[in-house]
Every structure is written in structure tokens, then in C-alpha cells.
């Protein structure tokens, strides 16, 4: 890692071609391109590499890829076990020994204020010193906040609202019961290790995703990558829109590969209700929709699996692996609670599983839409030189992966290339991208 | 010889409803509708409600005429029976709602209908309503929708378009999620 020389700043900005916000995968892998196309850059890193696997993770979170499929450009697992998932320190591991061996020009400490239009590209504004540069790619992540319904604020003082970039293990809870909202990956995690601790929990489960870990003898992750499902690009779906907002599969990576699902937590006794709706009179209000969540998740992995077996056939798989199964129906209580008084005491701590927003707060680029989201056309912000990375199906469906980050960076520095191309020869800076690529 | 396609029709402009979409994306302000319905107590339990004119697209919108729907109680509730129960005109709403979205995922999906039936039970208890046991509430303690759908599809493909149709539902969505009621008196 190199140190950039500090300047006071009251300094002029120091310039650069390129300044890339964060130094997670997909940075790095971004920083892997820039380099081999001798684009000099920056990486601006607020803490160190991997700073949100490092400091912003529960203690028993693995990764929901095996270890064979976290590639990054340049790097592929070579260690004992292919098939297993990595905890947060080997993750972090990882991800130093990349930017090692890219001697990627990393900038710890360095959090960015601003990045602002200035003359022919960008200033970024950061607390140790501002930089100027003609394209900025943003690789800060998709999950910097956790995104909390405002009822929050409404919850008795007695009842701890805890969001899982702050939970780290059971113990940190008080003794009691426990809600988990949302029962997407982090909120199964979340509820079955709380439910082990002694604290009876109760899960608010709206739409999701089942999926199970292992399917005819392989990992999910395999199917998903094999059939193709994974490249499935952002301009070949139907509605993009929605693709993005499909909610992450119910996973988890664990030593035995074993599958967590709405089955497993009800057996060992969390009790299931509908989505938190609202909180009304001390009373928390949930949705009468479960059956039908679950009935159509349980749909859904029915397509799902047909889709595989059908690749399979049609691959001449059959033979190497075992044979197709199918899965129980998800098992809903008759009549799940619709209310819970807040004041009899059942509920002390409410674990907020329900996902997580980007942080664009910095961002002084009119590129957001009426809803604050950011416009981009497969990571190519509308604005020249603007680039984003590791969005939820940004190019493609293994987009925010981190097995994602090689294609993308390579298109899109691809496209970052072109653009500094053009810029050069035209000499301005023009709103039209003239630039394509495949 | 020459191949035909046979056309899906289940009366459904999807076509236009896609356009609607695309056109609302750009004006996301003329989305918002308000529905109305006027009631007058006519006698006893039997009231009568007319429904004409509501808002949406940014303006008054009217319908081809106006509708009147009566509203009672059975004998055995000691009324006249001059319409249905209220909370049966829930169960009207329902079944519509989700019978029209079968209807229109049917179309977007190119799956041809023959028939759609759907039986929709309400039940409750009456101690709620008589005030007989507090714990017990008014309203449906549960509600059964049983379709039995006859179409060109797999039957897994039609059970898609009724959890597809549930998931845009606004009945569905009305009977399933608690909703902030204000009752004023003028």
C-alpha cells in the first residue's frame, strides 16, 4: 500500500486520473484493471481494507458463497477447503493480501466529504485533503445504512432496537424475547442464533426468497453459477427495477453445510407471524399475508429447481449428480398472531433484518431520481466519468457477489478507458457518452 | 399449409396497463386516485350507497353511470333483508380484486383462461359485534379464498398467477395490513 504524501489542506488538490471511494472487492478489483491499463489512481479508503467486513459484521457471519467461487481478478481460492465459508477474519485476510499484491494504491484513513462537478472531471473533498480527478468510481457499497422502518422511533424505551450492522452476538441482548424483522439471510442468521441463546424469538417474515443450501449433491451457488443464472445480464431481464429488489435468499454458510429455512426455525421453536405492518397503541400490528408469503416462496424455489433440472438435463448432468428432490411446503401456523402488546414485557429487543441502503450523502452530482435512488445504466452513472460498482444486479445478477466484481470492473474500466480517450481527443467535457461497449 | 398462432384473450389491455405504467413513472403524482362512496340510512339496518365520481390522473374522473349497492341484514338478525351484509360486500371486493388480477397476470403471461371460480369465506364470531365477550373481535377472524382456475397451464403456472395476484392486490392488501381510519362528524 503505498501512503499518498499529505498536504495540509489549505493545499491545492492533489490530481489524479482516477479516484476509486473505498477499498473493499470490488475497489480493489477495480484498482486490478485501472493498473493493467496504466490508469493511475486512488483509493480512498475511510478506515483500512475491508473496513466493513472488519468492523461493521456479527461475529458468527460467513460468507454465502463457498470458497471456490470467491474469485477476484487476478485471484482464486487455493486453500484446503473449496467447499467451505468464510468467517469475517479470513474474508478480511483475504481481501489484505490482494491489495498487497496489487500494491494497490490505497489511502487508509481517508473519509470522503464531497465529490462535487469541477473543472473537466471531479474534486473530491475528503478530511485529509481534497483531490482532483476526471472520473470517480464508487465502490462504497450497497449496504453502508441500515434501512429502518420509522416506526422504530415509536417503541416503548424498555423494548432495544438493535440494527445488525451493531449486533455482534446473543449476549449483547437482554434476556428476554426477541423480534427479529425481516427473514431474509441476516434475519434467519439472526433469529436462530438468538432463538439458541435462551431468548424466545419471534420472526416477522414478509416476502422472500427460500433456497436450500445444497441441491442433488451440490452447493445452490454452484447451480446458480452453472445454468447461468448468475450472468443473467441487467439489460436481458424484464423489469429491471424489480430484478433489483428481489430480497437476498435465505442462506447461510456454515460449517455443515446444512439449509436454514422457515422449517428448520419453526422446529426448533421461533414462532413465525406476517410482516410488521405497524405499531399502534403500544401494540405491534403484523400483516395476514404470511401464508401467502410463503406459499408463493415456496413457488418460487419449485421454478427455480425445475429451471435446474431442466439445465441438467439438457447438459448431460443427470448422471454425475444426485437426483432431483423437492422440499416440504413451508409449514405456516393456522392462525399466526396478528398483534403483539408490547406491555406485557414479551419483547425486549427488536433486531431490524430488514436490509440495508447506500450512504450517497457525500454525493453532490444531480444523479439521483425522485426517490433518492441513483440513475445508472449498469454502473455508469449519468454523469461522464461517474461509475458505481457492486450494486444488487447492477450488470448482472452476481453483481453485488463478490465473485461479481471481475466482470464488472473489467467492463467498466473498459468504459472509464474510452471515456478518457474521448475526453483527450475532444478537449471538453461533453454530457453525451459517445463511447459503447459489449 | 401455414402455421397459426392462437391469440391469448382474457379481455385484458395489457397493453394499455404497461403504457399506464410507463406514463404514471413520468407524472408519479397523477397516480394518486381517491375512491368515494356516498351512503344514505334508508331504515333499520338497510342503508343505500351510490357510487359515481372519484379522483385519479389528476382529475374528477366519473363512472359510465352511477351504481347503487343496498346494504342490510338477514332475518335472523331481526332485519329485513333488503341486500347483503356489509361485511359480505368485503368479500364481494376480495373476490373481484383478485379474480381481476388473475385475469390481468393471465394476460401479461400469455395464459389463456376458460374459468375462474373463487368462493370467498369470511368468518366471525357475533360475540364480538353484540358485545357479548371482549375478547372476542369484530371483524373476520379468517378469511378462505378457494379458486378453481380451468386454463392452458400447468397447474404449478396457475398457482403462480394467484400468488402473483395476491401480491398486487389492493383488496388483499386492505384485509391483510392495518390501514389509519378517520371518522369525522360535520
Given amino acids: 500500500m503505498i501512503d499518498g504524501t499529505r498536504y495540509p489542506q489549505c493545499c491545492p488538490a492533489r490530481v489524479v486520473t482516477v479516484v476509486v471511494i473505498g477499498a473493499g472487492h470490488a475497489g480493489l478489483a477495480m484498482s486490478h484493471y485501472l493498473g493493467k491499463r496504466g490508469i493511475d489512481h486512488v483509493i480512498l479508503e475511510r478506515g483500512e ?51 498487497r499484491q496489487l500494491s494497490a494504491p490505497v489511502h487508509n484513513d481517508t473519509t470522503v466529504l464531497s465529490v462535487q462537478p469541477a473543472d473537466n472531471g471531479y474534486r473530491v473533498v ?41 449486533y455482534r452476538n446473543p449476549n449483547q441482548l437482554q434476556n428476554g424475547g426477541v423480534l427479529v424483522v425481516g427473514a431474509s439471510a441476516t434475519g434467519l442468521q439472526l433469529a436462530d442464533e438468538i ?125 454425475e449428480v444426485d437426483p432431483p428432490e423437492r422440499f416440504p411446503p413451508t409449514r405456516v401456523p393456522d392462525a399466526p398472531r396478528l398483534s403483539l402488546d408490547l406491555a406485557s414485557g414479551e419483547i425486549r429487543t427488536v433486531v431490524w ?37 457492486g450494486l444488487p444486479f447492477m450488470r448482472r445478477r452476481k453483481s453485488s457477489f463478490i465473485h461479481g466484481a471481475d466482470d464488472d470492473t473489467r467492463e467498466l474500466s473498459a468504459h472509464l478507458a474510452a471515456y478518457l480517450d474521448g475526453q483527450h481527443h475532444a478537449g471538453v467535457t461533453t454530457r453525451q457518452r459517445s463511447v459503447t461497449f459489449a | 399449409m401455414h402455421s397459426t398462432t392462437i391469440e391469448v384473450n382474457n379481455g385484458v389491455n395489457v397493453t394499455a396497463l404497461l403504457g399506464a405504467r410507463e406514463a404514471l413513472a413520468q407524472a408519479p403524482e397523477a397516480a394518486r386516485f381517491t375512491w368515494r362512496a356516498s351512503c344514505d340510512w334508508v331504515n333499520g339496518t338497510h342503508s343505500r350507497t351510490s357510487i359515481e365520481g372519484y379522483h385519479g390522473l389528476g382529475e374528477e374522473q366519473h363512472h359510465k353511470t352511477r351504481f347503487v349497492f343496498d346494504t342490510d341484514h338477514p332475518e335472523v338478525f331481526a332485519s329485513e333483508d333488503h341486500g347483503p351484509t356489509p361485511v359480505e360486500c368485503v368479500l364481494v371486493g376480495l373476490a373481484g380484486c383478485l379474480t381481476a388480477g388473475i385475469a390481468a397476470v393471465a394476460q401479461n403471461r400469455e395464459i389463456q383462461l376458460r374459468s375462474v371460480k373463487a368462493l370467498v369465506e369470511g368468518s366471525m364470531d357475533i360475540q364480538g359485534i353484540l358485545g357479548m365477550d371482549s375478547d372476542v373481535r369484530n371483524g373476520f377472524d379468517e378469511v378462505k379464498v378457494t379458486f378453481e382456475i380451468d386454463a392452458d397451464a400447468t397447474q404449478e403456472e396457475i398457482e403462480a398467477l394467484v400468488a402473483q395476484s395476491q401480491k398486487r392486490s389492493a383488496v388483499y392488501d386492505i384485509l391483510t395490513n392495518p390501514t389509519n381510519v378517520a371518522v369525522h362528524v360535520k
Fill in chain 1, 126 to 166: 475528503t478530511d485529509q485533503g481534497d483531490w482532483q480527478c476526471r472520473a470517480v468510481v464508487i465502490a462504497s457499497g450497497a449496504f453502508n445504512l441500515p434501512a429502518i422502518p420509522a416506526l422504530a422511533e415509536e417503541l416503548p424505551s424498555f423494548v432495544d432496537s438493535v440494527s445488525p450492522r451493531d
Fill in chain 1, 49 to 99: 481494507v475491508a473496513n466493513s467486513w472488519r468492523h461493521e459484521r456479527w461475529d458468527s457471519l460467513r460468507l454465502l458463497t463457498p470458497n471456490w467461487q470467491c474469485r477476484l481478478p487476478g485471484l482464486r481460492y487455493a486453500g484446503p477447503d473449496p467447499e467451505g465459508f468464510m468467517t469475517m477474519p479470513e474474508v478480511v485476510d483475504v481481501l489484505r493480501q490482494y491489495a
Fill in chain 1, 353 to 389: 433484518a430488514t436490509g440495508f441502503k447506500p450512504d450517497y450523502s457525500w454525493l453532490h452530482v444531480p444523479v439521483f431520481d425522485r426517490k433518492g435512488q441513483l440513475c445508472h445504466d449498469g454502473g455508469v452513472i449519468d454523469a461522464p466519468g461517474l461509475y458505481v460498482l
Fill in chain 1, 195 to 319: 432463538h439458541r441463546s435462551g431468548r424466545p424469538v419471534t420472526l416477522a417474515v414478509g416476502e422472500h426468497v427460500r433456497m436450500p443450501r445444497r441441491y442433488r449433491g451440490r452447493d445452490i451457488q454452484w447451480w446458480m453459477e452453472a445454468a447461468g443464472l448468475l450472468d443473467q445480464r441487467y439489460d436481458e431481464v424484464d423489469d429491471i427495477g424489480r430484478a433489483r429488489r428481489v430480497p437476498s435468499p435465505q442462506l447461510v454458510g456454515s460449517a455443515d453445510h446444512s439449509t436454514l429455512d422457515l422449517n428448520a426455525l419453526s422446529e426448533r421453536g421461533v414462532s413465525l407471524v406476517g410482516r410488521l405492518a405497524g405499531l399502534r397503541d403500544g401494540k405491534l400490528q403484523f400483516s395476514g399475508a404470511l401464508r401467502g408469503h410463503c406459499r408463493a416462496a415456496d413457488l418460487k424455489l419449485g421454478r427455480l429447481l425445475d429451471a435446474i433440472d431442466e439445465w441438467a438435463r439438457e447438459s448431460g448432468m443427470d448422471d
